[in-house]
């Protein structure tokens, strides 16, 4: 006798269509798998069958093959147990319902029936939506990421025996709705604001030129000025997550494991990840032998934080330009090759020397380092890297007495309006493209909209022969205008948009040469 059953399993951040196969033959007991890596094979078994046991159906002493086809996916075992005991009990005839291949099924059960919720759902709901499925039957506590595919039917269910009556029309399930526009209305209620800051005007402004355009940022500066407090309060301005985006996000952070369910597993905020500096080339980069996204994607579209740069290993600073460059992470296996998205906002900072004091106007703090060590330290952030990062910041000390008065900036939520504001400028101006943000401009991109008045040609020309700018601290400074005319909602690039732009690469020189 014979059952089968669809189910999914992720590949990457995409699901593939897995078909479960249950042939059911008298003779002795065996009970085979195959199509799993060997090592869960065991566990698997186990699940099932207690569960199958436990659900008040007999698993009775016949030999067993369950095939999980196509053979050559890496499947992650758990989320196959639902699909493969319903196969075993539509083949041993116990299930009445011919609607088994009607729907998709995932979820690992536990010995005693019920269902627990497994990784990559949204990914294996767009997949059963785009195959057609008439339904996706899963564990409750995946519902409701998966009712984000609005023209899915999800069916939760939260045992074995519940999922059983449902197909054989004994028991009703309304299909799981949420509703989408609700759940991104929430409000943004950070318990921190660049309110908080004092002082440091010019480095809030950078910040919010970094998160308007995307641009990826430096800050440079001695210790206790403020740079990590400045950093861990970027989620407060950063613009809101698109409902594309939100999908995007949210696929690789659950085939990672990492949603909360307390959003229904849906990543509802642009991500912050900032890895300490011990981290290994794979963590940053993601890998293994069943591959996992690494920091770099988990922080897709969102913002990786790397604070004290030059702390990190020398290797991971190095693996870390490709998805700079390419916006995506390749990781290749002798089987295949595997993509992770990995578009994020690179938000670093570090201190101008390994003392931290090097410029510092503050009393009774002198840079004690030498001129060797000092060039030591900062050449361990290599040219190519620093290429990639658009803004270049100072952040100097803050006088003891600024520190002691009140702060007298604006509230984050304010600079957020103005961040919103010039996203959606570059949303509108790059429809169809491809590109979000005026960061990703190739160079022809760049030709096209960062169009210079004479003026502002005149002003560009003088500043890069002065400064001796590169070639490409020109396409940078180019880039970086477009955004602060945006937030100026400037159609032109104007001279002031140009020298304040200039401004954020007047460490160019100075710095890294001296
Ligand atoms: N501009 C500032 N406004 C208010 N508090 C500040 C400021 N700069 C530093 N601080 C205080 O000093 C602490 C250390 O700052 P931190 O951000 O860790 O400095 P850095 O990362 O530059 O070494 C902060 O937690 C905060 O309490
Ligand atoms: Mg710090
Ligand atoms: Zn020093």
């Known amino acids: 006798m014979f059952g089968k059953t669809i189910s999914y399993a992720i590949q990457g951040i995409d699901a593939t269509k897995i ?46 093959t369950v095939n999980l086809a196509p053979a050559d996916i890496k499947k992650d075992g758990v989320a196959l147990d639902l699909p493969t ?27 005693d029936g019920y269902l627990r919720p497994v990784k990559g759902v949204l990914s294996i709901a767009v997949a059963a939506w785009k195959d057609g499925m008439k339904g996706l039957i899963l564990p409750e506590k995946n519902a409701q990421e998966a ?14 025996g519940q999922a059983i009556a449902f197909l054989e029309g004994r028991e009703e399930i309304a299909p799981m709705k949420v509703d989408k526009d609700l759940l991104f209305s929430r409000l943004n209620n950070s318990p921190v604001d660049l309110f908080d800051v004092k002082g440091q005007f010019h480095v809030k402004r950078a910040l919010e030129v970094a998160c308007a355009g995307g641009h990826n940022i430096l ?17 407060t301005i950063l613009p809101d997550l698109t409902l594309e985006e939100a999908l995007e996000t949210t696929k690789i952070h659950s085939v990672a ?26 963590a940053l980069i993601g890998g293994g032998s069943y591959p996992k996204p690494g920091e770099v994607s988990l922080s897709h ?88 990062i658009d803004i270049h910041v100072e952040v100097p000390s803050v006088k003891y007495e600024e520190l002691s008065s009140l702060p007298t900036g604006e509230k984050s939520a304010d600079i957020r309006i103005r961040v919103n504001k010039a996203r959606q400028i570059q949303l509108d101006r790059f429809k169809g493209l491809e590109i979000f943000s005026n960061s990703q401009m190739n160079p022809k991109q760049i030709r096209k909209y960062c169009i210079l008045d004479d003026d502002s040609k005149t002003l560009l020309k003088l500043a890069m022969e002065k400064k001796g ?40 020189k100075k710095f890294w040469e001296d």
């Open 85 to 111: 005991a319903l196969a075993l009990l539509k083949g041993t005839n116990q299930i009445k319902s011919e609607k088994l291949e009607d729907y998709a099924f995932i979820g690992e059960l536990s010995l």
């Open 147 to 160: 009712a984000v595919i609005d023209e899915l039917n999800v069916f939760p269910v939260k045992t074995l």
């Open 219 to 235: 800050m440079i500066g001695p210790p206790g000025s403020g740079k990590t407090m400045m950093a861990r309060r970027i989620s």
């Open 257 to 282: 494991g990492y949603t909360s369910l307390r959003s229904g597993g849906l990543v509802l905020d642009r991500p912050f990840r900032s890895p300490h500096h011990t981290i290994s080339d794979v």
């Open 469 to 508: 700018l590169s070639a490409r601290a020109y396409e940078r400074i180019l880039k970086v205008a477009r955004t602060i005319a945006d937030l100026d909602n400037s159609e032109n690039i104007k001279t002031n948009h140009i020298s304040e732009a200039v401004q954020y690469r007047n460490l160019d």
């Open 301 to 388: 579209n969102g913002v990786l934080f790397l604070d004290e740069l030059p702390e990190f290993k020398k290797s991971v600073l190095e693996v870390l330009r490709q998805p700079l460059e390419d916006e995506v992470v390749t990781i290749s296996r002798a089987s295949q090759s595997l993509e992770f998205p990995a578009k994020f906002m690179l938000v670093a900072s570090m201190n101008p020397c390994p003392c931290g004091y090097y410029g510092s106007e503050i009393e009774g703090h002198s840079c004690s380092c030498s001129m060797m060590s000092i060039k030591r330290y900062r050449s361990r952030i290599s040219g190519p890297l620093l290429d990639r």
């Open 19 to 64: 078909v479960v196969e249950a042939d059911v033959k008298g003779g002795l007991f065996k009970f085979s798998i195959v199509g799993l890596p060997s090592n869960s094979v065991k566990e698997s078994r186990d699940r099932v069958s207690s569960a199958i046991k436990n659900s008040g159906y007999n698993f009775k002493s016949y030999n067993y």
